[in-house]
């Protein structure tokens, strides 16, 4: 009975480390190749790297080109909203 018990009580606690989500990681490469610990310096790290992302200009081709829609949107009927919310499945997301 009290092996039983040990063996539920074991796999309970590997069910909710497995449903955890990973939120951080505890050590990180700067810039200069150097592992980061510190957890401010994480966040300074990781702030000033998504800025650069963000601020980069890509380089572009122009080959891409997109004609204007000049004619009306169509308008969305009751009945094809009624009809799209009977083909989605209850309780899903």
Do not use: F
């Amino acid at each position: 009975m009290v092996v039983v018990v040990v063996v539920v009580v074991v796999i309970a606690k590997q069910m909710v480390k497995e449903r955890q989500d990973i939120t951080g990681s505890n050590h990180l490469k700067g810039v200069l190749g150097k592992v980061i610990v510190d957890e401010k310096c994480i966040k300074d790290s990781r702030k000033k790297y998504m800025e650069k992302l963000i601020n980069e200009e890509n380089g572009w081709d122009h080959r891409i080109s997109a004609g204007v829609n000049e004619e009306p949107a169509d308008c969305i009927r009751v009945n094809e909203v009624a009809a799209a919310l009977k083909k989605m499945k209850r309780h899903k997301a």
